[in-house]
C-alpha cells in the first residue's frame, strides 16, 4: 500500500469520536468574526455597528488578491467592531453580531437536493473559481490559505491532477472522517469542480486505511464520477502534508520553496474544503459553518459539530459534556500539530478543526534532557531535516546556520518533539527559528 517514503512516525490514533454522526451545534448568543481568518491581507469590514445581518450577509470584504471575504453565520445585529484574541494567540480585528433568530439569505439554497456538475454545463472555470472567491473558501484543514489563489496557477505552471487530502493523520481529529460518511456525493461534485476549475481529467482522493468505511463507500460511489479515484494508504504522519500526499500518491517529490505543488502538476485541497467548494458554488452558500471534533479521553460526549464560524469554544464544550475536572490544556487542532489556547472565549474560525483537551496529566511536559545525538529526529523528519541542529541553531539565534539547513523547509508536523528520547522542545525552537528566518528573507527580498 502507498505512502510517503522519508521519515514519519506512528502517534496513538485515539478517534474517540469516530462513530459520532455529525451533529448541529447550537447558536451562540453573541457571534464574534475575527478578521484575520485565512493567509493574506485581513478582511475589511462592510458593516457598522447597529447593522442588521442575515445568516450568509457579507460583513467585510477581501482587501486584495491573497485575501477572502468573511461572512455572518448567525442573524442579528452588529454590537461592535473590536478586537478578540483568537486561536492564534495574537489581539485580532473582529466583528460583534449579538444573535436573534436565525434568519438566513434567501439566495442560498438550504434544500437537501443533491446538484450534480452535469446539470450545471454552463459552469467555466472561471465562474467556479469567482464563486469560490466570493463564498470566502479557505483550505479547512488549518492552512486558511485563499482556495481561490490555489485554483489559479501562476504563469509557466500547468496543473496535471487534482489530490483530496482526506488523510487525517492528526490523532484524535474525525471531523474528515465523518463528512466522507455523511456527505461521500457532495464531495464527489466537490472534487469535479475542482478539477473542472483547473482543467484536469484526473482526480485522487488519499485516503489512510485505518478508515475502511470511507475507502470503501468513496470508492464505489466514484465509479459515477469519471476520472475521479481513491488511494487507500497507509497509515503514518503527517501524511496529511501536502509535500507528503503529494509523494504517497504520485511518487512524486515537490523540490524546496520556493517550489510548490503546482511545479509537480499537482494541486491539493483538503476533504472539507472540498465540500465547502461544493456548497458554494452549487448552493450559493458562503463559508460560516464548519464541521469540527471535540474530543480527549476524559470529554464525556467526544463529537463532531457543525457550529457556525464565531461561535465560542466554551459552548461546544458545553455541548460535549462540560470540562473535564482535570483538565490541563486545551488545544485548537490535534496534538501535533495545533496550538494551545489562552481561553476559550476563542471563537471557531474557519480553519478551526478540532478542539482537544488534555488532561493535567497528558499535558504535562517532562523536563528536557541533554540531547544524547541518537539522530532519532532525523530518521522521523519528513522533510530530510536535521532537527537537533535546527533547533539548536534557533536556541542560539543564529539565523544563518538555520537559514543554510533549510529550516524554511520545516512543515510544522512535531514528528522530531514526539520521537524525542530526550523530550527536547524541538518543534518550539525549530517553529520559533522559522518565523525568524522567513522574516529575515522577506526584509532581505523587500531591499
Ligand atoms: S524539523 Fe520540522 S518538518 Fe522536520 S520533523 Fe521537525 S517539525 Fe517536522
Ligand atoms: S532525537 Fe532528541 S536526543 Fe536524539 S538527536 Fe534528536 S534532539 Fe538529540
Redesign the pocket.
Known amino acids: 500500500m502507498k505512502t510517503f517514503k522519508i521519515?514519519g512516525v506512528h502517534p496513538s490514533e485515539n478517534k474517540f469520536s469516530a462513530g459520532a454522526p455529525v451533529r448541529r451545534a447550537g447558536l451562540p448568543k453573541q457571534a464574534v468574526f475575527s478578521l484575520y481568518q485565512h493567509i493574506g491581507a485581513p478582511a475589511k469590514p462592510v458593516v457598522a455597528k447597529g447593522d442588521v445581518v442575515k445568516v450568509g450577509t457579507m460583513l467585510a470584504e477581501a482587501d486584495g488578491f491573497v485575501s477572502v471575504p468573511v461572512h455572518s453565520s448567525v442573524s442579528g445585529k452588529v454590537s461592535k467592531i473590536d478586537a478578540i484574541v483568537d486561536a492564534s494567540g495574537y489581539r485580532r480585528p473582529a466583528i460583534f453580531v449579538d444573535v436573534e433568530g436565525d434568519e438566513w439569505e434567501e439566495s442560498i439554497d438550504r434544500t437537501p437536493d443533491l446538484v450534480t456538475l452535469d446539470r450545471h454545463p454552463e459552469l467555466t472555470a472561471e465562474e467556479i473559481v469567482s464563486r469560490i472567491k466570493a463564498a470566502g473558501i479557505v483550505g479547512m484543514g488549518g492552512a486558511t490559505f485563499p482556495c481561490h489563489v490555489k485554483l489559479t496557477p501562476p504563469k509557466g505552471t500547468k496543473a496535471e491532477c487534482v489530490i483530496i487530502n482526506a488523510v487525517e493523520c492528526e490523532p484524535y481529529l474525525t471531523a474528515d472522517h465523518r463528512l466522507m460518511l455523511e456527505k461521500p456525493d457532495e464531495i464527489l461534485v466537490g472534487v469535479s469542480l475542482i478539477m473542472k476549475a483547473v482543467g484536469v481529467n484526473k482526480g485522487y482522493i488519499g485516503i489512510e486505511n485505518n478508515k475502511p468505511d470511507a475507502i470503501a463507500l468513496l470508492t464505489e460511489k466514484a465509479k459515477a464520477y469519471p476520472g475521479i479515484e481513491v488511494v487507500p494508504l497507509r497509515v503514518k504522519y503527517p501524511q496529511g502534508g501536502e509535500k507528503q500526499l503529494i509523494a504517497a500518491v504520485t511518487g512524486r517529490e515537490v523540490p524546496a520553496p520556493p517550489a510548490l505543488p503546482i511545479h509537480v502538476g499537482a494541486v491539493v485541497q483538503n476533504v472539507g474544503t472540498t465540500f465547502a467548494i461544493y456548497e458554494a458554488v452549487m448552493k450559493n452558500k458562503p463559508l460560516f459553518e464548519r464541521v469540527i471534533t471535540v474530543t480527549g479521553k476524559d470529554v464525556k460526549n467526544p463529537s463532531n459539530l457543525l457550529a457556525r464560524i464565531g461561535t465560542p469554544m466554551a459552548q461546544l464544550v458545553e455541548e460535549c459534556g462540560g470540562m473535564p475536572e482535570d483538565t490541563g490544556k486545551v488545544i485548537g487542532g490535534g496534538p501535533m500539530m495545533g496550538k494551545a489556547l489562552m481561553n476559550l472565549e476563542v471563537p471557531v474560525c474557519k480553519g478551526s478543526s478540532g478542539l482537544l483537551l488534555l488532561s493535567e496529566k497528558e499535558a504535562r511536559r517532562m523536563e528536557p534532557q541533554p540531547c544524547i545525538r541518537c539522530a532519532k529526529?532525523v530518521d522521523?523528519?519528513?522533510?530530510g531535516?536535521e532537527?537537533y541542529l535546527?533547533a539548536t541553531a534557533s536556541a542560539l539565534r543564529n539565523w544563518e546556520l538555520a537559514e543554510e539547513n533549510h529550516i524554511t523547509s520545516?512543515?510544522?508536523?512535531?514528528?522530531?518533539?514526539y520521537t524525542c528520547p530526550s523530550m527536547r522542545p524541538?518543534?518550539d525552537n525549530?517553529r520559533m527559528g522559522k518565523t525568524t528566518v522567513m522574516a529575515l528573507i522577506r526584509a532581505r527580498n523587500a531591499k
Do not use: D, H
Open positions: 521519515g529526529c522521523a523528519c519528513p522533510m531535516l532537527p535546527l520545516c512543515i510544522e508536523c512535531g514528528s522530531c518533539q524541538i518543534l525549530v
